[in-house]
């Protein structure tokens, strides 16, 4: 699959699916963090935690038959050239790569099995498998999951510092420089069909979670006016 980068001298970095999963992962995770105290919004906290396994997988799909510098064959460096790359981005010595580089390409690798581990620890702790000590884990795992995004984003400020250009507008419009124009019609259909499948996912939770949280309020009230009425007769 060719991937016809150059558009009037500029060089496409990141193709809309990459930046769809970049920031709706990213939504998803400061969503389901800021939530997983609110036992009232709790639903809204396991459905962030789902659109993270969704994510997730398309992520560990796009890897393999994605453009260029989304494919994991493209970033597959050792953990040595990552802490080589690493010292030198500390040091203001690291090369500028146009996609993941070595300490960046692990910080990826990190955030992935994080974000894998921790919604499917959550995801079994909802069903009630695994116990207080599963929750622990699954607590454990967010927060070293949000210790590695603060560690992500100030990487990202040191090297737009250190290579003089912002790495983060590649992220938002998909090209080195500029604002993107296009894109091929393969990556385009893919991205409008990822976000038709986050926003069908959450309209679907939302029709048929009301219904069923109706029925589980319901249920509850039943049984706390059983219980009070017990409690009278006694």
Request: aromatic share 10%.
């Amino acid at each position: 699959m060719t991937d016809g980068h150059n558009q009037g001298g500029r060089r496409l970095i990141w193709d809309l699916p990459t930046r769809i999963f970049h920031w709706g992962l990213a939504i998803s995770f400061a969503g389901a963090y800021l939530l997983s105290e609110a036992d009232d919004l709790r639903t809204f906290h396991v459905m962030f935690g789902y659109t993270v396994l969704g994510l997730v997988a398309f992520r560990l799909l796009w890897g393999v038959v994605g453009s260029t510098h989304s494919r994991f064959s493209n970033f597959a460096y050792g953990p040595g050239a990552a802490l080589r790359d690493l010292r030198g981005l500390l040091v203001g010595r690291a090369r500028d790569h146009e996609g993941h580089g070595p300490a960046a390409s692990w910080s990826v690798y990190l955030l992935l099995a994080l974000a894998a581990a921790t919604a499917m620890t959550g995801w079994l702790h909802y069903n009630r498998i695994g116990g207080e000590s599963l929750e622990e884990v699954h607590e454990a795992l967010a927060n070293a999951w949000l210790v590695l995004v603060v560690l992500h984003v100030g990487g990202v400020l040191l090297s737009s510092w250190r290579h003089r250009r912002n790495l983060v507008r590649p992220m938002i419009y998909g090209y080195r420089e500029g604002i993107a124009t296009g894109s091929t019609n393969a990556r385009l259909a893919t991205g409008l069909a990822l976000v038709c499948a986050i926003v069908g996912f959450w309209s679907w939770t939302a029709i048929s979670g009301m219904s069923a949280d109706g029925g589980a309020a319901s249920i509850q009230v039943s049984q706390r006016h059983a219980h009070d009425h017990d409690d009278d007769d006694d």
